[in-house]
């Protein structure tokens, strides 16, 4: 009986110790500074491209643009997209460039906690230091709004953020926005647009138990699991290919919403045209539409 007394307490004594080493594991990387002049315009581009309008407006209540409060109802507890206006509160108002930097590419806070992966980080990882001052200079931009980002409702042990380092050790990679030799300019900037800023396979790629993507056997194979019970359809080029998609037809369906039966988007696709992709530049739609048309399953 004392032998497995002591079994059990060595277990829990030994369970607290890795416990804590995890709470203590540092995450992320410190890069180093970044000093460049950003371009407020070209930074609100990148935004709109990158979702940050629609995940961080709550248009159904109302919402001021930026201020969060997006519900997104997930496996694991509901989530709520935080205030990114420059209230230095309940905003990023007091934030440096720096840990801007470092909560965009690496999904890491000020107080080095990890973000939840609904974040889109893991496609931003690859912004320049450019882009990133073109980011920070864009928001520097925005009003402040006194509005205090919601508490995330998830359930334990989800609402345990150091376990997330786990999950960032097993799931996060890079994003695979890297230019393809023998591929043109056109083709790369799609693939640098849809791998990476405009973050298609967070939506339209099937995730496992632990909701990181399946980006190997899945990759834009469609998703049944989006948050709320949503859906998501394939736009792998075969299938793009299968349902009549063109090159054309899809470029001009991310600028109007209209798909080439006539029909519209709806749900988060409508949203994602309206607040990001009906923006973007012609040319930037068609390489999206290029890359999206074309068989990169090796890339």
């Not at 509901?78 to 206006?85: A, G, K, R």
């Not at 801007?100 to 590419?105: D, E």
């Not at 509005?147 to 990679?173: H, I, V």
Request: overall charge negative; hydrophobic content about 40%.
């Amino acid at each position: 009986m004392r032998g497995i007394l002591r079994l059990a307490l060595g277990g829990a004594a030994f369970g607290v110790v890795v416990t804590g080493a995890l709470v203590a594991w540092p995450i992320g990387q410190i890069n180093g500074p970044i000093n460049l002049e950003g371009d407020a315009s070209r930074g609100a581009y990148l935004a709109r491209a990158s979702g940050c309008i629609a995940c961080h407006t709550n248009v159904e209540a109302g919402g001021v643009p930026l201020a969060g409060g997006v519900k997104l109802e997930t496996p694991f507890g509901i989530l709520y997209s935080p205030n990114l206006t420059t209230d230095p509160e309940h905003g990023i108002g007091d934030w440096s460039i720096d840990e801007f930097a470092r909560a965009v590419r690496q999904g890491v806070s000020p107080e080095g906690e990890p973000y939840y992966p609904a974040f889109t980080y893991p496609f931003y990882g690859n912004f320049t230091d450019q882009e990133i001052a073109d980011l920070w200079a864009a928001f520097q931009t925005v009003p402040a709004v006194a509005e205090p980002s919601r508490d995330q409702e998830m359930a334990f042990p989800f609402n345990q953020r150091w376990g997330l380092k786990l999950w960032r050790a097993a799931f996060l990679t890079a994003p695979r926005t890297e230019p393809i030799e023998g591929n043109d300019e056109v083709w790369n900037r799609g693939r640098e647009l849809v791998e990476g800023a405009a973050h298609c396979a967070a939506c339209h790629t099937a995730r496992n138990f632990a909701g990181a993507r399946k980006s190997d056997s899945q990759h834009f194979r469609g998703s049944t699991s989006l948050p709320g019970g949503g859906k998501a359809p394939a736009i792998d080029y075969e299938t793009l290919q299968m349902r009549g998609w063109t090159v054309d037809s899809l470029a001009y369906a991310l600028r109007t919403g209209v798909k080439p039966d006539g029909d519209a988007f709806g749900g988060s696709m409508g949203e994602v045209v309206m607040y990001g992709t009906g923006f973007l530049t012609e040319e930037d739609r068609k390489a999206m539409a290029t890359y999206l048309m074309d068989d990169h399953t090796g890339g």
